[in-house]
């Protein structure tokens, strides 16, 4: 199985599909890209990259990048964009295409892990 890295923002509506996705899959790791209020308030096992989403991607995609370096064997990730701010989503981008993986979007339909 692959790894997954997911966006969580600070609306709850959104935790439900990256809730889901979770529990849907046997993930070899699970990386949440949130920010302080997500990192206390979701319950999952997954580790956390706290970033400050308000600030621009260059400033995130860094931080990302400290991140996940050395902490993924395989050479593609799924990935998950269905919350967070488009600054957040971008710098997730952004990040795994500098560290090399190939990406697969997923989400969740009727049930399953389905990529998109």
Do not use: Y
Request: proline share 3%; charged share 20%.
């Amino acid at each position: 199985m692959t790894s997954l890295v997911a966006c969580l923002g600070s609306g709850k509506g959104t935790w439900t599909e990256v809730k889901k996705l979770i529990a849907a899959e046997s993930w070899d790791k699970v990386f949440l890209v949130t920010n302080a209020f997500g990192k206390e308030r979701f319950e999952a096992e997954a580790d956390f990259i706290v970033v400050d989403d308000l600030q621009p991607p260059q400033a995130i995609t860094p931080v990302i990048i400290s991140q996940l370096k050395g902490k993924i064997a395989d050479t593609e990730v799924a990935v998950n964009l269905s919350s967070g701010s488009g600054n957040l989503h971008m710098a997730v981008l952004s990040a795994l295409i500098k560290l090399g993986f190939g990406i697969r979007l997923v989400g969740m339909s009727n049930e399953k892990v389905e990529e998109i």
